[in-house]
């Protein structure tokens, strides 16, 4: 079992940034891959953003957040983050850290465990 709390959503000015964080509860944090996905407002399904390996050696993003977005770890504190770079309107939405026991994939269906989401809205 796997529990995962996001932290560090906000408001934000177009142009700006956040760094999200995701602290993981669980004893082998480093078999996981870890992902990111967001729902933006009016939308049921969850949208692939980034995903990064149990080594953190591969990173995949999502076209529309390439350039701007780096996913990293920290497997010592059982961390993830998101540095949201250049932020724009259509980044609005709740913003959700997984886990997948699997590879990283791009599929939300594949992940095991979710957090609850964090907020991000970036005004224009």
């Known amino acids: 079992q796997v529990q995962l709390v996001e932290s560090g959503g906000g408001l934000v000015q177009a142009g700006g940034s956040l760094r999200l964080s995701c602290a993981a509860s669980?004893?082998?944090?480093?078999?996981?891959?870890m992902g990111w996905f967001r729902r933006p407002p009016g939308q049921v399904e969850r949208e692939f953003v980034a995903?990064?390996?149990?080594?953190?050696?591969?990173?995949i993003y999502a076209d529309s957040v390439k350039g701007r977005f780096t996913i990293s770890r920290e497997d010592s504190k059982k961390m993830v983050y998101l540095q949201m770079n250049n932020l724009k309107p259509e980044d609005t939405a709740v913003y959700y850290c997984?886990?997948?026991?699997?590879?990283?994939?791009?599929?939300?269906?594949?992940?095991?465990?979710w957090g609850q989401g964090t907020q991000v809205t970036v005004s224009s």
């Open positions: 997984a886990a997948d026991a699997q590879s990283g994939s791009t599929r939300y269906y594949e992940y095991d465990f």
């Open positions: 669980t004893r082998n944090f480093n078999a996981y891959s």
């Open positions: 995903t990064t390996s149990w080594s953190g050696g591969t990173s």
